[in-house]
């Protein structure tokens, strides 16, 4: 990736107080890209902001409930007040219970896909505004391998959510394609994130997801950051509505 080659941009990371929105925030900032990083964890998201100036870069840490349109306008109006407007959404944060589907209750079936991909339409909605005004922008939204294989025990409400964020990320491409507006999708594999500490047997997890992946590592927040900071940057401006899995080769498409 060329240095600076999002210099002067301004981004909006959610999720920003895990590991893989840290680590796409970092890349970003490394960009020369201001970053305001969204995240209900206030404590884990103000130490990723603060690293970031530490090295030089320029972030804020925002307070954010996605699924809260109130939060989310006061987010992007945050993010104009400080930098002046936004160019870059990455709609990473999410949340993951894991039960039998079948104890799944209706609250939170409705609280995941609050989260998952209502707030997502949120962010996305809040931002045009300014993307348009400044003459086009960059979405990057996080899906995940786990609708792709269809086949994830006990994560029916994450899987069909995420499942969701395809569909959205393809029709909003047509919406805002006329404004210069880019919107695509990746697909993370299995990375070690706290999501991993849910599986009731992490080594024998870990043996099964590099038996399944043709790269021989786990992955890593930069391999992330990486396709976000392509899908961010001038180098990806003709393609749009797209999905991306970044999974070490569990999928082959």
């Not at 993010?79 to 936004?86: I, L, P, S």
């Not at 594999?189 to 790269?215: M, R, S, V």
Request: proline share 4%; with cysteine; net charge negative.
């Amino acid at each position: 990736m060329i240095p600076h080659l999002l210099a002067g941009k301004v981004a909006i990371v959610t999720g920003a107080g895990g590991a893989l929105g840290a680590g796409i925030a970092r890349g970003l900032a490394q960009q020369g890209t201001a970053v305001i990083l969204a995240d209900v964890k206030v404590e884990a998201t103000e130490e990723v902001a603060a690293q970031i100036r530490d090295e030089g870069g320029r972030a804020l840490a925002v307070v954010c409930d996605i699924s809260q349109s109130s939060a989310v306008a006061a987010m992007v109006q945050q993010a104009a007040a400080a930098y002046g407007g936004v160019d870059i959404l990455v709609n990473n944060a999410a949340i993951y219970p894991r039960r039998a589907w079948t104890e799944i209750t209706e609250e939170e079936w409705d609280r995941v896909f609050a989260v998952n991909i209502k707030g997502y339409y949120l962010c996305a909605r809040a931002v045009y505004p300014s993307m348009k005004a400044r003459g086009g922008g960059k979405i990057v939204n996080i899906s995940s391998v786990t609708f792709f294989l269809g086949q994830w025990a006990n994560l029916l409400s994450y899987v069909s959510s995420k499942g969701a964020i395809v569909g959205f990320t393809r029709a909003l491409a047509r919406e805002v394609g006329v404004d210069h507006i880019n919107v695509n999708c990746i697909a993370p594999g299995a990375f070690p994130t706290d999501a991993e500490k849910i599986h009731p047997n992490p080594q024998g997890y870990e043996e099964f997801i590099l038996q399944n992946q043709t790269i021989q590592r786990r992955g890593r927040p930069e391999d992330i950051a990486n396709a976000v900071l392509f899908f961010a940057s001038p180098l990806s401006d003709f393609i749009t509505g797209q999905s991306l899995l970044v999974d070490g080769g569990w999928m082959t498409n």
